[in-house]
Protein backbone atom coordinates (compact mmCIF):
# COMPACT_ATOMS: atom_id res chain seq x y z
CA UNK A 1 0.00 0.00 0.00
CA UNK A 2 1.26 3.31 -1.04
CA UNK A 3 1.32 6.21 1.45
CA UNK A 4 -1.40 8.62 0.28
CA UNK A 5 0.01 12.57 0.20
CA UNK A 6 -0.58 15.78 -2.37
CA UNK A 7 1.89 17.29 -4.80
CA UNK A 8 3.02 19.99 -2.49
CA UNK A 9 3.80 17.01 0.59
CA UNK A 10 5.89 15.78 -1.56
CA UNK A 11 7.68 18.61 -3.52
CA UNK A 12 11.36 19.07 -2.61
CA UNK A 13 11.53 15.37 -0.87
CA UNK A 14 13.86 12.82 -2.33
CA UNK A 15 13.58 8.83 -1.24
CA UNK A 16 15.85 6.30 -0.07
CA UNK A 17 15.92 2.49 0.98
CA UNK A 18 16.09 1.24 4.43
CA UNK A 19 17.56 -2.03 4.06
CA UNK A 20 16.48 -4.95 6.43
CA UNK A 21 14.15 -2.94 7.77
CA UNK A 22 10.04 -2.51 7.21
CA UNK A 23 9.64 1.23 8.83
CA UNK A 24 10.96 4.98 8.03
CA UNK A 25 13.11 6.28 11.09
CA UNK A 26 12.36 10.31 12.25
CA UNK A 27 10.91 12.26 9.78
CA UNK A 28 10.76 10.08 7.10
CA UNK A 29 7.32 8.88 5.23
CA UNK A 30 7.02 5.64 4.65
CA UNK A 31 6.17 5.07 0.76
CA UNK A 32 5.72 1.63 0.84
CA UNK A 33 7.05 -1.28 3.02
CA UNK A 34 8.47 -5.00 0.98
CA UNK A 35 10.54 -7.32 0.55
CA UNK A 36 14.36 -7.24 -0.61
CA UNK A 37 15.08 -8.89 -3.66
CA UNK A 38 17.02 -9.50 -6.31
CA UNK A 39 18.92 -12.13 -9.12
CA UNK A 40 19.71 -15.49 -8.40
CA UNK A 41 22.64 -15.66 -6.57
CA UNK A 42 25.06 -17.78 -9.17
CA UNK A 43 22.99 -16.97 -12.41
CA UNK A 44 25.03 -14.37 -14.39
CA UNK A 45 22.35 -12.40 -15.81
CA UNK A 46 19.12 -10.43 -15.00
CA UNK A 47 19.22 -7.40 -12.81
CA UNK A 48 22.86 -6.21 -10.80
CA UNK A 49 20.91 -4.22 -8.53
CA UNK A 50 18.91 -5.15 -5.20
CA UNK A 51 15.21 -4.35 -5.49
CA UNK A 52 12.41 -3.43 -2.39
CA UNK A 53 8.85 -4.95 -3.91
CA UNK A 54 6.02 -3.72 -2.48
CA UNK A 55 4.08 -6.50 -0.20
CA UNK A 56 0.75 -5.81 -2.90
CA UNK A 57 2.24 -6.34 -6.26
CA UNK A 58 0.21 -5.05 -9.07
CA UNK A 59 -0.46 -7.05 -12.72
CA UNK A 60 -1.03 -6.61 -16.74
CA UNK A 61 -1.29 -8.97 -19.11
CA UNK A 62 0.80 -12.34 -17.65
CA UNK A 63 1.27 -16.01 -18.11
CA UNK A 64 1.91 -18.34 -15.28
CA UNK A 65 3.72 -20.13 -17.02
CA UNK A 66 7.67 -20.39 -16.41
CA UNK A 67 9.67 -19.30 -19.15
CA UNK A 68 13.58 -19.50 -19.90
CA UNK A 69 13.68 -15.89 -22.02
CA UNK A 70 13.07 -14.16 -18.94
CA UNK A 71 14.63 -12.21 -16.07
CA UNK A 72 14.33 -14.16 -13.01
CA UNK A 73 13.72 -11.76 -9.63
CA UNK A 74 14.32 -14.09 -6.33
CA UNK A 75 13.55 -12.81 -2.57
CA UNK A 76 16.80 -11.95 -0.80
CA UNK A 77 18.27 -13.89 2.06
CA UNK A 78 20.94 -12.74 5.00
CA UNK A 79 24.31 -15.50 4.77
CA UNK A 80 25.38 -14.14 8.17
CA UNK A 81 27.02 -17.19 10.54
CA UNK A 82 26.73 -17.34 14.38
CA UNK A 83 29.68 -15.01 14.60
CA UNK A 84 28.62 -12.29 12.48
CA UNK A 85 26.56 -8.51 14.04
CA UNK A 86 23.53 -10.42 12.02
CA UNK A 87 24.35 -14.34 12.98
CA UNK A 88 20.08 -13.97 14.36
CA UNK A 89 19.06 -13.55 10.70
CA UNK A 90 21.24 -15.94 9.14
CA UNK A 91 19.33 -18.03 6.54
CA UNK A 92 16.31 -15.84 6.91
CA UNK A 93 14.25 -13.14 4.39
CA UNK A 94 14.72 -9.42 4.66
CA UNK A 95 12.50 -6.93 4.66
CA UNK A 96 12.95 -3.09 3.19
CA UNK A 97 11.19 0.17 3.10
CA UNK A 98 10.94 2.99 0.50
CA UNK A 99 11.21 6.10 2.58
CA UNK A 100 10.50 10.08 1.56
CA UNK A 101 12.31 13.14 3.20
CA UNK A 102 11.78 16.71 3.15
CA UNK A 103 15.71 17.23 2.21
CA UNK A 104 16.60 17.53 -1.58
CA UNK A 105 19.33 14.52 -1.63
CA UNK A 106 20.61 11.89 -0.11
CA UNK A 107 23.69 9.76 0.13
CA UNK A 108 25.27 6.63 1.15
CA UNK A 109 28.77 6.59 2.52
CA UNK A 110 30.75 3.09 3.07
CA UNK A 111 32.78 2.30 5.77
CA UNK A 112 31.10 5.36 7.86
CA UNK A 113 28.42 5.14 10.93
CA UNK A 114 28.49 8.84 11.16
CA UNK A 115 27.18 11.94 8.77
CA UNK A 116 29.65 14.84 7.73
CA UNK A 117 28.54 17.67 9.79
CA UNK A 118 25.35 19.58 8.71
CA UNK A 119 23.83 16.10 7.85
CA UNK A 120 20.80 13.95 8.87
CA UNK A 121 21.72 10.88 9.86
CA UNK A 122 18.65 8.63 8.46
CA UNK A 123 19.87 5.14 9.93
CA UNK A 124 23.40 3.42 9.83
CA UNK A 125 24.54 0.14 9.79
CA UNK A 126 26.90 -2.45 7.96
CA UNK A 127 27.81 -2.95 3.92
CA UNK A 128 26.39 -5.78 2.58
CA UNK A 129 26.40 -7.39 -1.16
CA UNK A 130 26.80 -10.94 -2.84
CA UNK A 131 29.46 -13.10 -2.06
CA UNK A 132 32.80 -12.37 -3.88
CA UNK A 133 32.52 -15.42 -6.22
CA UNK A 134 28.79 -15.01 -6.94
CA UNK A 135 27.52 -12.50 -9.68
CA UNK A 136 27.74 -8.77 -8.70
CA UNK A 137 25.18 -6.80 -6.67
CA UNK A 138 25.39 -3.50 -5.47
CA UNK A 139 26.82 -2.65 -2.33
CA UNK A 140 23.89 -1.77 -0.02
CA UNK A 141 23.54 -0.45 3.85
CA UNK A 142 21.31 -2.79 5.48
CA UNK A 143 20.50 -1.29 9.10
CA UNK A 144 22.45 -2.00 11.81
CA UNK A 145 19.02 -2.80 13.88
CA UNK A 146 17.83 -4.89 11.16
CA UNK A 147 14.54 -7.45 11.14
CA UNK A 148 14.02 -10.65 9.29
CA UNK A 149 10.25 -12.25 7.98
CA UNK A 150 9.54 -14.95 9.95
CA UNK A 151 8.31 -16.57 7.27
CA UNK A 152 11.21 -16.70 4.97
CA UNK A 153 13.72 -19.10 7.43
CA UNK A 154 14.04 -21.84 4.72
CA UNK A 155 17.41 -21.48 3.38
CA UNK A 156 15.96 -21.05 -0.25
CA UNK A 157 18.97 -19.39 -0.85
CA UNK A 158 17.92 -16.76 -4.31
CA UNK A 159 19.44 -13.44 -3.76
CA UNK A 160 22.18 -13.64 -1.31
CA UNK A 161 22.95 -11.06 1.49
CA UNK A 162 26.71 -11.24 2.67
CA UNK A 163 28.51 -8.79 5.21
CA UNK A 164 31.20 -7.03 3.21
CA UNK A 165 35.04 -6.87 4.97
CA UNK A 166 38.22 -5.00 3.68
CA UNK A 167 41.12 -7.34 1.75
CA UNK A 168 44.15 -5.81 2.55
CA UNK A 169 45.96 -7.83 0.04
CA UNK A 170 43.57 -6.76 -2.89
CA UNK A 171 45.62 -2.96 -2.90
CA UNK A 172 43.12 -1.89 -0.36
CA UNK A 173 44.86 1.38 1.91
CA UNK A 174 45.89 -0.68 4.95
CA UNK A 175 45.81 1.17 7.48
CA UNK A 176 43.40 2.89 7.48
CA UNK A 177 41.53 -0.05 6.64
CA UNK A 178 41.96 -3.69 8.37
CA UNK A 179 42.17 -7.04 7.05
CA UNK A 180 39.23 -8.60 7.29
CA UNK A 181 37.01 -6.28 9.22
CA UNK A 182 33.46 -6.09 8.22
CA UNK A 183 32.60 -2.59 7.12
CA UNK A 184 30.02 -0.16 8.47
CA UNK A 185 27.72 2.20 6.54
CA UNK A 186 25.56 5.48 7.00
CA UNK A 187 22.58 6.77 4.76
CA UNK A 188 22.88 10.91 5.30
CA UNK A 189 20.30 13.50 3.94
CA UNK A 190 20.69 17.17 3.76
CA UNK A 191 19.13 20.35 2.08
CA UNK A 192 15.66 21.66 2.77
CA UNK A 193 12.84 21.64 1.35
CA UNK A 194 12.09 24.44 -0.97
CA UNK A 195 9.07 26.65 0.19
Avoid at 72 to 94: C, K, M
Avoid at 144 to 151: G, S, T
Wanted: with cysteine; glycine share 10%.
Amino acid sequence: MFASLDDSAVSGMTQYTRWGRDSCHGDAILVYKGFMAGSWYSHSGSGSNFLCLPEDPEWLQYDDATDGERGFVAGAEYETDANSPFGVHDQHDAPCAVCAIPRSTTIMIPAKKTCPPGWTSEYFGYLMAERYNHRRTDFVCVDVEAQHLEAGASNNNGALLYQVEGRCNYNLHCPPYVNGRELTCVVCSAGLKPV
